[in-house]
């Protein structure tokens, strides 16, 4: 079983619509767990970070069950430059992160 | 946010030889630095960790003597590989940890192609 496990996807949505991404991890103590998204060809980039109490920055809200072992992302009104994938990061204490194999999203006009 | 450079951009030798990737902490000092590999179709792999000052630390399944890892100053780790094959052409991708904050900075990557 890998470390960290993403809907395999891809997510093809229209302009506007509502998309969830879940991810589980089996490390329990992990410490910190966080949403990057990668274009094509390039090196990823910070989304979000996530926490238990959830957080929101804009049009995405992160969610972080430790109990569960589970991390979701919502991406409301969806633009064509969301189109990437998106990759789940859970981190140890020591600063190693483990990538999920990410999820791609496509959005169409 | 801080920024991690990486040189070469991309690279593309014949079987044998070896290639350098540096990755550089621009403005900031980072006494750990972490080197990744991502395939194709694939997500990224940790390959070690190296820690400035001492020697790195490889995953598993990782050679060591084929992978070295030099971190020999607070801003600069490089990643040589030796006896470049085929089978590790790849995209190399750092990241280096900020003292300050719990994140980690992305180079912008190097794509190793070998003939």
């Known amino acids: 079983r890998k470390e960290v496990e993403q809907d395999p996807g891809p997510f093809n949505v229209p302009e506007g619509a509502t998309v969830a991404f879940n991810c589980t991890y089996s490390n329990s103590a992990s410490q910190s767990f966080f949403w990057y998204r990668q274009d094509c060809r390039k090196e990823p980039k910070l989304l979000m970070s996530?926490?238990?109490s959830g957080n929101e920055d804009g049009r995405f809200t992160a969610q972080l069950n430790r109990a569960s072992q589970y991390i979701s992302l919502l991406i409301r009104d969806s633009k064509l430059s969301d189109s990437a994938t998106y990759l789940c990061v859970v981190r140890s204490n020591a600063g190693k992160s483990t990538f999920g194999d990410g999820t791609t999203l496509t959005v169409k006009p | 946010g801080a920024v991690v450079s990486q040189h070469p951009s991309w690279v593309i030798c014949k079987s044998g030889t070896s290639v350098k990737i540096e990755c550089r902490s621009l403005d900031f000092q980072a006494t750990t630095m972490f080197w990744y590999r991502q395939f194709p179709k694939q997500s990224l792999m940790l390959m070690a960790t190296s820690n400035e000052g001492s020697k790195a630390t490889y995953e598993q399944g990782v050679e060591k003597d084929k992978f070295l890892i030099n971190h020999a100053s607070l801003t600069l780790s490089t990643l040589t590989v030796t006896s470049a094959h085929p089978e590790d052409s790849s995209f190399y991708i750092c990241?280096?940890?900020?003292?300050?904050?719990?994140?980690?900075?992305f180079g912008p990557g190097t794509r190793l192609t070998v003939l």
């Open positions: 996530v926490y238990s």
């Open positions: 990241s280096a940890k900020e003292p300050n904050y719990n994140e980690q900075f």
